[in-house]
T-cell receptor, first 113, second 112 residues
């Protein structure tokens, strides 16, 4: 019955070793978002896709990239993870029309050693 | 800088208490307002949207004051299960799209 699925739930990587986080959705929503949330902080939007159109936030580091090969899947690539990139990464979706609710996945907790 | 500010918390209250969370937003062009709930190490989940006229859902009442750029959430008769972090969220809209701007959240602990 899951609607927004993230894999893996926990990811451990080494400093500088590329890592990819996965998100899939069964809602057929137009928009998919990636957020970064550090402890006791608000979720911070990194970027989003409206269909195939990629929208990067101005302060998202180049180290973070994203791919959306089809409607259902969206990936977050961290090219060279640093210790400061350890966080919860949340994927969310929305219809993208006037319906405004965003549906979040359970998140992937990233640990950088 | 566009911001959403919330009470720093944490709020520690006994069961049955009434508690109010306050939130202010800086962008007067903001269009939509929400309260999300986030349990420890879980994802945010929509608690309720906030409408201009104010709205109620069971024990939860949300209010919006556009002139003051202020949003509130009142919880009556607090339950242990209400313990969570409550996130004030504002949507800034351009065209048919918009991004959610999250506050840092206020943590609520309801004690027996």
């Amino acid at each position: 019955d899951a609607m927004v699925i993230q894999n893996p739930r926990y990811q451990v990587t080494q400093f500088g070793k590329p890592v990819t986080l996965s998100c899939s959705q069964t809602l057929n929503h137009n928009v998919m978002y990636w957020y970064q949330q550090k402890s006791s902080q608000a979720p911070k939007l990194l970027f989003h896709y409206y269909d195939k159109d990629f929208n990067n936030e101005a302060d998202t580091p180049d180290n973070f990239q994203s791919r959306r090969p089809n409607t259902s899947f969206c990936f977050l690539d961290i090219r060279s993870p640093g210790l400061g990139d350890a966080a919860m990464y949340l994927c969310a979706t929305s219809r993208g029309d006037r319906e405004e609710t965003q549906y979040f996945g359970p998140g992937t907790r990233l640990l950088v050693l | 800088r566009k911001e959403v500010e919330q009470d720093p918390g944490p709020f520690n209250v006994p069961e049955g208490a009434t508690v109010t969370f306050n939130c202010t937003y800086s962008n007067s062009a903001s269009q939509s307002f929400f309260w999300y709930r986030q349990d420890c190490r879980k994802e945010p989940k929509l608690l309720m949207s906030v409408y201009s006229s104010g709205n109620e859902d069971g024990r939860f009442t949300a209010q919006l004051n556009r002139a003051s750029q202020y949003i509130s959430l009142l919880i009556r008769d607090s339950k242990l299960s209400d313990s969570a972090t409550y996130l004030c969220v504002v949507k800034e809209v351009w065209g048919s799209q918009g991004n959610l701007i999250f506050g840092k959240g206020t943590k609520l602990s309801v004690k027996p």
